[in-house]
């Protein structure tokens, strides 16, 4: 049958053994202690043995060299496994024990076990499926924990020796025992932190190993061995200070440690550094920090400092130590104020800081007035001085001067400063502190000067000044060249000053015992403030347009001027002061003040009344004047007149206003301000002339104040002018001589105002007049072409489009067409009846030539022409008799000298017939019809 045994484990990591046998055993609660002995565990029975026939089968030994292990516990109890596989190992056997990362490849399998009260359970000697078992309650355990680390490292070498063979022993503090204390058999040493046992496995258990697998038996060659490595001691390590200074201990900043690692400074009272006592103080500073300093202490004393870096379980280097005098601080001195006397309680008082947790001594030597004593318990005389919120008093009956040394005395130790020293003098009788005297003000009934004046108990009020320097402040009580006792009644003192105003008096107090005075307090008296006249009232405002001024009802007090202001930057801003803005001027008669208007509406203006005798003005009485808004204008119907091109329209304003009238280009929008395109009308006899952009227009009209611009609300007039209805003529059409291709004909029948509109178009005149897009208006007087004084001035001129037969359609069109003041595009509508005529283009007009005569001395023939500006001339040379028509192919040019109005050329040959014509050199025919001239040049 199976045994196991069981084992408890506080939370803090300490075993402890229940002594029960038996599996099923309930387990001991963490924090609880079995009655077994606190510091055991009891393995007594955790074995597995093998069953044959109903018996337990004999132990086997292993007939391997390598026993082979799979590990299922978790990493943490890594450390106390491969611990306890090693020192089986290294015992020097024949056989070995080694891991495997397969479970399937190993012949031991360790793990945790749901084992009941047992902390381990294992099979005894070469068996299959051979285990080691440890409880899962220590799966909770603190594996970091020193103790734990080793007992579970011994629980698994236990468990283990099992596994190889071995039975439980007698043998107290033997691995094998049944009984395993922890503390009684110094696995875990209290003294050696970090260390556990090397010998886990005794002597006698070492040699029954290497009997029954052979071998050589192997020891360990120390007695402790670490659980965790070392870390590296401490470089750079100083000790300083001690002195006069806390003692400091500075050390190089360690740049890698093993985890868990941490730094110990340990500080104990000793003249010689040995072991550190338990007791001793400990601190465990950063270890980056690089020094570590002491308290100070008020007992002077000498320590052993020691500092050492550890592993997490306190090993660590040999530390380093340094025995140092402990700093102990000085108690600083007292501060001490300038002592005063108070005459009242006959004391000295004086300020006083002392260092917190001392108290304030005085000591001096009445013998010696002038010696300075140097030692708390030193000279004749001395007390304890009290001190109360920063303040100390001090009685001395002694002679004075007296030299007075303080010390401040720490009340724990008895500790005294160093002294600090005050001398107490004479004290000087205070002059009377300084009147309160108030602003003077006069009192007109009384004729005086009336103040509040406030005096210290037991003085006079004493006045003095100086009537030769007014300004001049006097600064002696026995100064200036008049004065006076200054009664004091209630708080109230009062003073007659006769002479020149403003005068600067000056105010002491006296005090009749010492005959002491106080500082100087000057008053400067002035000239006595008269009273303000009262406020004007004012009336509403009313306004005259013709007049262009308001006029308002004012009453002022009996003697005083009336005076108006305003502010002509900000003219809706009310002036508060008589001498502030600008000046408004007023006609004041009969309780009425006229102001004419300024052109800016609306505008405050502030009355003031002015008494006149001391230029008192009273406080401000404002009015708004404003402009009231004009009646809108009337307008009667309105009528176009072609003839002026201008509508008339009846229209009536108010009196001090004028018309203005404004329309957008918009046609049927109007205005309803004057900012657009506001333009000004006359109104004569009760009509006024107005043109518009549009025939058929919305017109705003306003009246407009003639001073200040204020606008009416508008009054909306529709105009409509209607189109030209007559029908007009044109008489004969003919060439333009000399401006060929322009044509002229004399129209007819137009209406004033309007004017002819035409348009010519190449070929015969349609049955109806063709679409028009835009009308010429042109007249020979427009432009370059004619002058007022030519008869043919206000002729039609146009060219001609195309040569032979061309129409001419025309018609009356009014203002709106043809004065081009329309905002955009073309009004084609604005005309009357449109009619054609047809007329003939034969191109420009032939050169009347006259008869030729032979010049022999110049060798030319002069030839008349009725004109020159395009004359040309041209002959056939393959047939000089017959003259060319112009244009003939073959032709010759003649070369014209054109003097005034006779053609000069030399004859091509004696005898040629020479065409002339006019070359326009534009046009649809741009040459004229030939006239033929014989030249001979007469013989001889």
């Given at each position: 049958m199976?045994?196991?045994?069981?084992l408890?484990?506080?939370?803090?990591?300490?075993?402890?053994a229940?002594?029960?046998?038996?599996?099923?055993a309930?387990?001991?609660?963490?924090?609880?202690t079995?009655t077994?002995?606190?510091?055991?565990?009891?393995?007594?029975?955790?074995?597995v043995?093998p069953?044959?026939?109903?018996?337990?089968?004999p132990?086997?030994?292993?007939?391997v060299?390598t026993?082979y292990?799979?590990?299922a516990?978790?990493?943490?109890?890594?450390?106390?496994l491969?611990t306890?596989?090693?020192?089986?190992n290294?015992?020097?056997?024949?056989i070995?024990l080694?891991?495997?990362?397969?479970?399937?490849?190993?012949q031991?399998r360790?793990?945790y076990?749901n084992i009941?009260?047992?902390?381990?359970?294992?099979?005894v000697g070469?068996?299959?499926?051979?285990?080691v078992?440890?409880?899962s309650?220590?799966?909770?355990?603190?594996?970091?924990?020193?103790?734990n680390?080793v007992?579970?490292?011994?629980?698994?070498a236990?468990?283990?020796?099992h596994v190889?063979?071995?039975?439980?022993?007698?043998a107290?503090?033997?691995l094998?025992s049944?009984?395993?204390?922890?503390?009684?058999?110094?696995?875990?040493?209290?003294?050696?932190p970090g260390?556990?046992?090397c010998?886990?496995?005794?002597?006698p258990?070492?040699?029954?190993?290497?009997?029954l697998?052979g071998?050589?038996?192997?020891?360990?060659s120390?007695s402790?061995c670490?659980i965790?490595?070392l870390?590296q001691?401490?470089?750079?390590?100083?000790?300083?200070?001690g002195?006069?200074s806390?003692?400091?201990v500075?050390?190089?900043?360690?740049t890698?440690?093993p985890?868990g690692?941490?730094?110990?400074?340990k500080?104990?009272?000793?003249?010689?550094?040995?072991?550190?006592?338990?007791w001793?103080?400990?601190?465990?500073p950063s270890?980056?920090?690089?020094?570590w300093?002491?308290?100070p202490?008020?007992d002077?004393?000498v320590d052993?400092?020691?500092?050492q870096?550890?592993?997490?379980?306190g090993?660590?280097?040999?530390p380093q130590k340094r025995?140092?005098?402990?700093?102990?601080?000085?108690?600083?001195?007292?501060?001490i104020?300038?002592?005063?006397?108070?005459?009242?309680a006959?004391?000295?008082?004086f300020t006083a800081s002392?260092?917190a947790?001392?108290?304030?001594?005085a000591?001096?030597?009445?013998a010696?007035?002038t010696?300075?004593?140097t030692?708390?318990?030193?000279?004749?005389?001395?007390?304890?001085?009290q001190?109360?919120d920063g303040?100390?008093s001090l009685?001395?009956p002694?002679?004075?001067?007296?030299?007075v040394?303080f010390?401040?005395?720490?009340s724990?130790?008895?500790r005294?400063?160093?002294?600090?020293?005050?001398?107490?003098?004479?004290p000087?009788?205070?002059n009377p502190?300084?009147?309160?005297?108030?602003?003077p003000?006069?009192d007109f009934?009384?004729?005086?000067?009336?103040?509040?004046?406030?005096?210290?108990?037991?003085?006079?009020?004493?006045?003095r000044?100086?009537?030769?320097?007014p300004?001049?402040?006097?600064?002696?009580p026995?100064?200036?060249t008049n004065?006076a006792?200054?009664?004091v009644d209630?708080?109230?003192g009062s003073?007659?000053i006769?002479?020149t105003?403003p005068?600067?008096?000056?105010?002491?107090?006296s005090?009749p015992?010492?005959?002491?005075f106080?500082?100087?307090?000057?008053?400067?008296?002035t000239?006595?403030?008269?009273p303000?006249?009262?406020?004007?009232v004012?009336?509403t405002?009313?306004?005259?347009r013709?007049?262009?001024q308001?006029?308002?009802?004012?009453t002022?007090?009996?003697?005083?001027?009336l005076v108006a202001?305003?502010?002509?930057?900000?003219?809706?801003t009310?002036?508060?002061?008589a001498?502030g803005?600008?000046?408004?001027?007023i006609?004041f008669?009969?309780?009425v003040?006229?102001?004419?208007?300024?052109?800016t509406?609306p505008?405050?203006?502030?009355f003031?009344?002015?008494?006149?005798?001391?230029?008192?003005?009273?406080?401000?009485t404002?009015?708004?004047?404003a402009?009231?808004?004009?009646a809108?204008p009337?307008i009667?119907?309105?009528?176009?007149?072609?003839?002026a091109s201008?509508?008339?329209a009846?229209?009536?304003i108010a009196a001090?206003?004028?018309?203005?009238?404004s329309m957008?280009n918009t046609a049927?929008v109007c205005?309803a301000?004057?900012?657009a395109?506001g333009?000004?009308l006359a109104?004569s006899?009760?009509?006024?002339?107005f043109?518009?952009?549009?025939?058929h227009q919305c017109?705003?009209?306003?009246?407009v104040d003639?001073?200040s611009?204020?606008?009416?609300a508008?009054?909306?007039?529709t105009?409509?002018?209607p189109?030209?209805t007559e029908?007009?003529t044109i008489g004969?059409i003919?060439?333009?001589?000399?401006l060929?291709p322009w044509?002229?004909?004399q129209?007819a029948?137009?209406?004033?105002?309007?004017?002819l509109?035409?348009?010519?178009f190449?070929?015969a005149?349609?049955?109806t007049?063709?679409?028009?897009?835009?009308w010429?208006?042109q007249?020979?007087?427009?432009?370059?072409?004619g002058?007022?004084s030519?008869p043919h001035?206000d002729w039609?001129m146009f060219p001609s489009p195309?040569?032979d037969t061309?129409?001419?359609v025309?018609?009356s069109?009014?203002?709106?067409?043809?004065?081009?003041?329309r905002?955009s595009?073309?009004?084609?509508?604005?005309h009357?009846p449109?009619?054609m005529k047809e007329f003939?283009?034969?191109?420009?007009?032939p050169?009347?030539?006259g008869?030729?005569?032979?010049n022999?001395?110049?060798?030319k023939?002069?030839?008349?022409?009725?004109h020159?500006?395009?004359?040309?001339a041209?002959?056939?040379?393959?047939d000089?008799?017959?003259?060319?028509p112009?244009?003939t192919?073959?032709?010759?040019s003649?070369?014209?000298?054109q003097?005034g109005?006779?053609a000069q050329l030399s004859?091509?040959?004696p005898h040629a017939?020479?065409?002339?014509?006019?070359d326009?050199?534009?046009?649809?025919?741009?040459?004229?019809?030939?006239t033929p001239?014989d030249?001979?040049?007469p013989?001889?």
């Open positions: 199976a045994m196991v045994a069981t408890a484990v506080t939370v803090d990591g300490s075993a402890v229940s002594p029960s046998a038996s599996r099923e309930a387990p001991a609660t963490a924090g609880t079995a077994a002995s606190d510091d055991s565990l009891n393995l007594g029975a955790d074995t043995r069953h044959q026939a109903g018996r337990a089968a132990v086997q030994k292993w007939k060299r026993l292990y799979y590990d516990l978790p990493a943490k109890w890594d450390w106390s491969q306890a596989v090693a020192k089986w290294a015992a020097g056997a024949h070995r080694a891991r495997v990362a397969k479970a399937r490849n190993a031991v360790i793990g076990g009941g009260s047992a902390a381990g359970l294992a099979t070469a068996t299959r499926n051979a285990f078992r440890l409880s309650r220590f799966s909770s355990m603190d594996a970091l924990n020193a103790r680390r007992a579970i490292m011994n629980v698994l236990h468990e283990l020796g190889l063979g071995f039975q439980h022993t007698t107290r503090c033997s094998m049944p009984v395993l204390d922890i503390d009684a058999c110094n696995v875990v040493p209290a003294t050696i260390y556990y046992k010998h886990t496995l005794d002597t258990l070492v040699q029954r190993f290497v009997r697998y071998g050589r038996a192997r020891y360990p120390a402790w670490l965790d490595p870390p001691a401490l470089t750079g390590v100083t000790f300083t200070g002195t006069s806390p003692v400091a500075h050390w190089n900043r360690p890698s440690v985890a690692s941490t730094l110990v400074v500080r104990w009272p000793s003249s010689t550094c040995g072991a550190a006592p338990s001793a103080e400990t601190s465990r270890m980056s920090l690089g020094v300093l002491d308290q202490t008020y002077a004393e052993c400092f020691q500092v870096l550890v592993n997490r379980y090993a660590g280097p040999a025995v140092l005098a402990r700093w102990v601080p000085s108690v600083d001195a007292p501060v104020g300038v002592p005063s006397y108070d005459f009242d006959e004391q000295f008082t002392v260092p947790g001392t108290t304030l001594r000591r001096w030597d009445a010696h007035p010696a300075c004593v030692s708390p318990s030193g000279g004749t005389d001395g007390d304890f001085v001190v109360i303040h100390g009685v001395i002694g002679t004075l001067p007296q030299c040394s010390f401040a005395t720490d724990e130790t008895g005294s400063s160093s002294p600090t020293f005050v001398t107490f003098t004479e000087t009788w205070p502190d300084a009147p309160v005297v108030g602003t003000t006069y009934d009384a004729e005086q000067f009336t103040f509040s004046a406030t005096v210290p108990d037991g003085a006079a009020l004493r006045a000044w100086d009537t030769g320097h300004s001049t402040c006097v600064t002696s026995t100064g200036g004065g006792f200054v009664p209630g708080g109230q003073l007659v006769p002479t105003l005068q600067c008096v000056s105010f002491f107090a005090d015992e010492t005959n002491l106080s500082d100087p307090v000057f008053v400067t008296f000239e006595p403030n008269w303000n006249p009262d406020a004007p004012v009336g405002p009313t306004y005259d013709v007049g262009a308001f006029t308002v009802p004012v002022v007090p009996d003697g005083a001027q202001r305003w502010n002509s930057a900000s003219p809706g009310c002036v508060t002061s001498t803005g600008s000046s408004v001027g006609a008669a009969d309780g003040a006229t102001i004419a208007e300024s052109g509406s505008r405050c203006v502030s003031f009344a002015n008494d006149g005798q001391h230029s008192r003005y009273s406080v401000a404002s009015v708004t004047l402009v009231p808004t004009p809108s009337t009667g119907t309105a009528t176009w007149d072609a003839a201008k509508f008339h009846p229209a009536s001090g206003t004028h018309l203005v009238y957008t049927s205005p301000t004057t900012a395109n333009q000004t109104v006899n009760g009509v006024t002339d043109q518009t952009l549009y025939p017109v705003s009209f306003f009246a003639n001073r611009g204020v606008t009416s508008s009054t909306q007039v105009v409509d002018a189109l030209p029908t007009p004969p003919s060439v333009m001589d000399r060929y044509f002229e004909a129209p029948g137009i209406a004033a105002g309007n004017k509109g035409y348009q010519v190449a070929g005149c349609p049955q007049p063709p679409a028009v897009t835009q010429r208006t007249r020979q007087s427009d432009g370059y072409s002058t007022s030519d001035a039609a195309a040569a061309n129409c001419l025309y018609t069109v009014d203002w709106f067409y043809w004065t081009g003041s905002p595009g073309w009004l084609t509508e604005r009357g449109v009619l003939v283009d034969e191109g420009p007009v050169p009347t030539v008869t030729p005569v032979w022999s001395t110049s060798g023939f002069e030839i008349p022409v009725s020159v500006q395009g004359l040309r041209i002959y056939d040379p393959s000089p008799t017959t003259c060319p112009p244009g192919s073959g032709t010759q003649i070369s014209l000298l003097v109005g006779t004859p091509p040959l017939c020479v065409t002339f014509y006019n326009a050199g534009q046009g649809p025919v741009p040459v004229s019809f030939g001239v030249l001979t040049v013989q001889g």
